[in-house]
């Protein structure tokens, strides 16, 4: 009689861990500098589009923006978040629901909302624009310390005053800011042109480039380093509103979005990026309504009101928040390192975890 041995195939299913890890291994920070949660929401406004005192040329701008209609106003002038971003993501900030994201920190301008949204908390020493090295370790910096991190944090922005609130030379995160050229490794072809454009084409202001740098030395250094918390932190917006320009606050808004469109695309492209990445889009400061929306600060009513957009793999699909809620910028630190499954904690209380915006 035969001996029947009986093979036993084992098969492994792959089992949902009880404790929910996350799709996300890499986040994107963004940020339009004052850009108003009313275009925002609403898109061109009803009192300024016309309005000669800051327009040159009304009727060339309602054709590009303009619209009886908000809805359709705001998907004019920001496609990209009202097509992409409402249907995957999450929009928070319009307050016509209710729905509210406030700057904790009572400054109410640059390096204070800068350094709250990279520290988790408001420093009142941190009480003006000037080129200090920041004292507070900021997310980015801590992120860069983690195991699997170490050099790959990186940030491009076009106000020259980045390296300072980063703290560049003491957190070794990488920071291409200003009028600064690329210059890491071997130059791509196209780094070498934008250093020469750079040069050659003047910027409006002293101390911000136009953003078109910023972006495109971002978007080179993604592919040649492939940073896992990239942050770039695009600035033309408030500097036009400064300049009581709206139609090229507007111009540059409705570009802005179409950079941020840019690089939702190339993540969408690349493997490493594709379905693991999660971009985290704010602002640094709101401004006045009516004539005061050139302004901001402690005196100007409004200057403390943002909105937060989050999109990416763990991120519930719901849109432009339509319900009371309330937000504040020194929670984003913390949102960030959690999507990249670290504890962000710093010598001082932080904010809290946007639990809406994470699905773990
Ligand atoms: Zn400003």
Redesign the pocket.
């Known amino acids: 009689m035969r001996r029947h041995f009986i093979f036993l195939s084992l098969v492994f299913l792959p089992v949902a861990c009880a404790a929910q890890s996350l799709e996300t291994e890499n986040v994107f920070l963004i940020t339009i500098?004052?850009l108003r949660w009313q275009e925002l929401f609403t898109g061109a406004d009803p009192d300024l589009i016309d309005n000669e005192n800051y327009v040159d040329d009304p009727n060339d701008l309602r054709k590009l923006f303009w619209a009886d209609n908000a809805t359709r106003r705001r998907e004019m002038l920001l496609p990209f978040f009202w097509s992409v971003i409402v249907r995957e993501g999450q929009i928070y900030g319009n307050r016509s629901f209710g729905n509210y994201v406030n700057v904790t920190n009572k400054y109410l301008?640059?390096y204070p909302g800068y350094s709250e949204i990279l520290t988790g908390f408001a420093d009142e020493r941190i009480d003006s624009n000037d080129k200090i090295p920041n004292p507070n370790k900021t997310v980015l910096e801590f992120v860069n310390e983690q195991p699997g991190f170490e050099g790959r944090v990186a940030a491009f922005g076009s106000w020259d005053v980045f390296p300072f609130i980063i703290n560049e030379s003491r957190s070794g995160v990488l920071v291409n800011a200003g009028f600064e050229s690329a210059s890491d490794g071997e130059l791509t072809e196209r780094e070498i042109f934008l250093n020469e454009l750079q040069g050659q084409i003047p910027s409006p202001w002293s101390t911000v480039r136009l953003d078109a740098f910023t972006h495109h030395y971002a978007l080179e250094y993604l592919k040649k380093y492939r940073p896992r918390l990239l942050y770039v932190a695009y600035g033309e917006t408030?500097?036009f509103?400064?300049d009581k320009e709206y139609d090229a606050y507007l111009k540059s808004a409705h570009q802005t979005d179409d950079f941020i469109r840019a690089l939702w695309t190339w993540a969408q492209n690349t493997p490493e990026y594709r379905g693991k990445t999660t971009f985290l889009i704010t602002s640094d400061?709101g401004r006045g309504a009516g004539d005061n929306w050139t302004d901001?600060g402690t005196d100007v009513e409004g200057a403390d009101a943002i909105w937060i957009a989050v999109m990416g793999p763990d991120t519930k699909a719901h849109g432009e928040i339509r319900e009371n809620g309330q937000l504040y910028q020194s929670q984003i630190a913390r949102t960030i390192a959690a999507f990249l499954g670290l504890d962000y904690t710093n010598e001082r209380a932080v904010g809290s975890v946007i639990e809406t915006a994470i699905n773990r």
């Open positions: 500098d004052g301008f640059s408030d500097d509103a400064h400061h901001h």
